[in-house]
């Protein structure tokens, strides 16, 4: 059980039964988008206020597996404060961590690093990162994609 | 018949240690089907229905031969039994080959309970000739009975396509009897097997069905192959539905004519290899007999389902269930957390929408976990699994 | 490369003392293939796309691979290949997915030198949509050139689908140079490569056509497998050909969306076990190298073609061919009763129409035997054919 | 070559190279019957002429191999003359000799005897009776075929 425990720590049930910044606020300034799993019915939405090249808000909504919706969950309190550049380095490297790639090791991932066990699952990856592809997107598309 | 040794035939169960409850998703495939095939590779090796020489001709024989043993599994003619890529292949066809007969305002009749596979081609042939898709009203435990079936059949429905056994349910459904009522208004039946041949007795002849259609890759055969059933007069008024080398008589220029069926629907190099290997997945179940694989499974499903029935903090989908396998819940457990603890111990089996969305809309559950059982499977193995859910609860569920 | 060793991964051409010269019919499986496949039923048979367990999560990573693996032989995207039954499950995937786009009077190009596959399916939708089918001359020696091409190009062209190598003649057509004019002009181009894959570099970006296919059959993998390449913004636009479980993203009563590219030309339970076995074909070719196979086939043809002119009584239909194949017949003896005798020597060759009945025609025969030539033979083997030709002449023409 | 040299004995080269009644008659009271196999190429036509319940005529014509157009021409001899029952008889005995099954070894199949030898070349089967299945369709139609 321990690689299983790797996986499901306390951070991650903690974020999965406590989610923060969940509803998506219907205000048109925060870009959104959200993104399915159909295989397995992962659903995530993330919406993002940028201003002045800063993150200064993010919230989070949907359904899914605990390892989706507390990756968004953590997300949402990693990034916020963060400048776009900044909040892209550190979701390319959690990206990394979870697919078992080398990364930035100095980074401050904070509850995010919690998610280390999941490279371990090979069929889980896709949990932990869709918010993380959400997130990308919301700050990196031109257009407001709803 | 001993089962305990057969499976010595599935290397896998011992190999990885698994324990593999994923039978209705595909099925694991057994010693002599995978030996038929590398047969054919290594000595045979030849196309069919083209060549003079002795390989190719003995390469057709067998061909055949296979294609007779496939179709008296289902008490068809050999002329009925048309390959294709796999079950959902066929449904394709015969949606393509029923586009035709089809106008606007024509009614056809579906579930909530189907497959994809035997949903959206029917949604996509109703937008395209205006037709309008009927849904038999599920009774309230998910079921399809002639009944509600007789209440939604009207004059103007022309297609019938339903499942024989759910792939998520596993209820059965009155095939006959809607046959026997959709044939009187001369709607054409169409029922996907996908999950009854591989479990219980098939005989299209008793049903009456104008087709009917399996995969190999879940009875047993090899992937890559599926069989469309159509009655011989069906099929034989159908135009094909692929064009090309084999299926053609003559062909000029200007001009072509087509081979009687099946061949009129098979053009191109059959899958040689898979179907003699599906004939030999045909004799292996006939061996075991078809009662004896009916009553195993279903024996499995009781005994897991009163165990899970008794254990607290799991839902049940389909506790009446006549088949062989159970699709659950554990309260509160996203089936995909369960499934990795399940699957950390060794347990396959499926969480999911089991491509039956709208069917996890009317349970109104997003995926559901699915346990299915086959003749592999030991009452050990379901003693086990039982447990590992129990263990899967714990783990999420204490404090 | 030593190819006589490789002789030994072929059981077939020891067990039964057979000289195998139809390979442009169906090639001989290497035993690594045969053994790819075995390991995948024996140590994985799990589905793919839909599980979340291990097994299942490996079956879809070795799935994904081996699209990538025979996507880079072609030098294409993996998400422009698309698995299919077979080259002629392809042709007419990609013929159903163009029918929206023709119109009345719209042209589509084809040639007397196709295979039925890349020739019916044309004349069916020429039929359905009241376009014109319009040939490419052929020259005397029935090539397609570049220049007769263009005299049947014209701004209605819509559709040009044409052989790459011919399974006749094994002319290489000038596919880049009439891919290049006929985009001029905006039409569509289908190369048809289920003999050119085999034998020949095929690289889709420097041919530059919007769709091209192919079969595993031919190419040292297994029965029950082909590729439709298309183009990235040709899948991305095309609607899907195929409605059920996988290709669909969302699936509501009444709407329902697809997945991208190529999993939303793939409905169903692929064809999983064959995938990976091609892959290996893939790379057991890729190991030979494609300029020695080519090289090697070549040879053999040049070799017997230089014998066979020598002999009296033969006439050879494509004496200057570039390909690995050689059309001919013995003057007064019908193929079939030639390929009897050299049958019963051993010699698996083909006497038919090879599904080009239009090429009988335009070569006036009812006819031909062919010899077809690969990796695995050899000089020795074509001597014994040429002997084995005289025997056959002889053997009906003396008086 | 032995079992070659039964397949192709002189009786069928004979035929093969001095046809019998060859041509088709373009006489309305004969009954034809049209029969290819397009996988091979074979093509024969039978024409019959029955009166009061007696074959009168037989005419053949076609292209293909040697076994298919010698059979043609042994059949269009060997059954003019009998009974249309007698004629079926011989027929349905001739193909239970080609698939080398038991055949009434009384009849008198003349030079159609040297066709046994096919029955160890299973893929040229279908040569050696095709001409015979297009017979047997000229007399037991109710209807003229062309
Ligand atoms: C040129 C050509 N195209 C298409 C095909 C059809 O391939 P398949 O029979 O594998 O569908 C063949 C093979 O017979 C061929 O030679
Ligand atoms: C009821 C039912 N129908 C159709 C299918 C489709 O079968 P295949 O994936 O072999 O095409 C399946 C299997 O997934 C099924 O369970």
Redesign the pocket.
């Known amino acids: 059980m321990r690689k299983l425990d790797n996986l499901y720590r306390q951070i991650i049930m903690d974020h999965y039964k406590n989610p923060r910044n969940k509803g998506i606020p219907d205000d048109d300034r925060y870009r959104k988008e959200h993104i399915r799993n159909p295989s397995c019915g992962d659903d995530v939405t993330i919406a993002t206020l940028v201003e002045e090249g800063t993150v200064k808000d993010i919230r989070q909504d949907g359904t899914g597996c605990s390892i989706c919706c507390a990756s968004a969950s953590v997300l949402s309190e990693l990034l916020e404060g963060k400048t776009v550049a900044d909040a892209l380095r550190v979701s390319e490297n959690y990206v990394d961590m979870i697919m078992g790639k080398p990364f930035d090791e100095a980074i401050a991932f904070e509850d995010a690093l919690a998610f280390e066990g999941v490279k371990d699952f090979p069929a889980r990856l896709k949990c932990a990162t869709i918010a993380w592809k959400a997130f990308d997107a919301t700050v990196k598309d031109g257009e407001n994609d709803e | 018949m001993d089962l305990s040794r057969l499976r010595d035939d599935f290397p896998l169960l011992k190999r990885k240690h698994i324990r593999y409850f994923d039978t209705a998703a595909t099925s694991l495939t057994p010693r002599p089907v995978v030996a038929r095939m590398k047969d054919y590779y290594e000595n045979l090796s030849a196309?069919v229905h083209r060549g003079v020489y002795t390989l190719s001709h003995e390469a057709t024989e067998q061909y055949e031969a296979a294609r007779a043993t496939i179709a008296r599994f289902i008490n068809a003619f050999p002329e009925e039994c048309v390959f294709t890529r796999g079950a959902s292949g066929a449904l394709n066809m015969v949606a393509l080959g029923l586009a035709e007969k089809i106008a606007e305002g024509d009614e056809i009749v579906v579930s909530e309970l189907e497959h994809h596979s035997n949903f959206l081609p029917w949604l996509h042939l109703a937008k395209k000739r205006r037709a309008k898709l009927v849904f038999v009203p599920l009774t309230d435990e998910g079921r399809i009975t002639t009944e509600n079936f007789a209440s939604v059949l009207t004059e103007r429905t022309k297609i019938v396509a339903l499942t024989h056994v759910s792939n998520v349910l596993g209820y059965t459904t009155p095939v006959e009897e809607i046959t026997r009522l959709a044939r009187e208004k001369e709607a054409y039946v169409v029922i996907d097997a996908a999950q009854s041949v591989p479990h219980i007795p098939v005989d299209v002849k008793r049903i009456g069905c104008d087709f009917l259609v399996f995969s190999s890759h879940k009875a047993l055969g090899p992937t890559g192959l599926g069989v469309l059933y159509g009655k011989k007069e069906r099929l034989e008024e159908m135009d094909p539905i692929e064009y090309?080398?084999?299926m053609v008589d003559l062909a000029e220029k200007d001009h072509a004519t087509w081979q009687d069926p099946p061949i009129k629907f098979e053009?191109?190099?059959p899958p040689i290899a898979e179907v003699l290997g599906f004939a030999e997945a045909v004799r292996y179940m006939e061996r075991i007999g078809r009662a004896e694989i009916k009553r195993h499974g279903e024996n499995l499903r009781a005994h897991t389902m009163e165990k899970l029935r008794a254990m607290e903090g799991v839902t049940i989908h389909n506790e009446s269930t006549e088949g062989s396998l159970i699709s659950f819940n554990i309260d509160g457990v996203h089936p995909h957390d369960a499934v990795t603890i399940l699957d950390s111990e060794g347990f396959a089996l499926r969480a999911g929408h089991h491509c039956a969305q709208p069917l996890m809309a009317w349970l109104s559950v997003p995926a559901t976990l699915r346990a299915s059982f086959y003749i592999y499977n030991t009452i050990s193995e379901c003693d086990g699994l039982v447990e590992a859910v129990g263990r899967a609860r714990d783990y999420f569920l204490s404090p």
């Open positions: 196309n090309g080398g084999d053009t191109g190099t």
